[in-house]
């Protein structure tokens, strides 16, 4: 069993910020690509960020030059910082990883519970 558990998440004023950690444990053999997606109220969930094993990243427009997507492949653990806070930002951020529990399986996809961020003055 794989678990994600997020952290970080709470309520900000605009222009503020914050920093989402979620951390995978349980039987990990490899993990590849994390990253975070969001769901607002009423709207449907989108990537905010991804990162592969080497630091390669890739951010939603909407985000870029404000969040910051970072790993310790050590501690098997994505962050996500989050500067110039705007009130669209107000989601549950969700992490995500693609692991693998042993040498003879597939990659599959986990996913965090979610973490609540809230953007208002």
């Known amino acids: 069993q794989v678990q994600l558990v997020e952290s970080g998440g709470g309520l900000v004023q605009p222009g503020g910020s914050l920093r989402l950690s979620c951390a995978a444990s349980?039987?990990?053999?490899?993990?590849?690509?994390m990253g975070w997606d969001r769901q607002a109220p009423g709207k449907e969930r989108e990537l905010v960020a991804v990162?592969?094993?080497?630091?390669?990243?890739n951010y939603a427009d909407s985000v870029k030059g404000r969040f910051t997507i970072s790993r310790d492949n050590a501690k098997n653990t994505v962050y996500l910082q989050m500067n110039s806070l705007k009130p669209e930002d107000t989601a549950v951020y969700y992490c995500?990883?693609?692991?693998?529990?042993?040498?003879?399986?597939?990659?599959?996809?986990?996913w965090g519970q979610g973490t609540q961020v809230t953007v208002s003055s």
């Open positions: 995500n990883a693609d692991i693998k529990e042993t040498y003879y399986s597939t990659f599959q996809l986990s």
């Open positions: 349980g039987r990990i053999f490899s993990v590849g690509v």
């Open positions: 990162i592969t094993t080497g630091g390669t990243t």
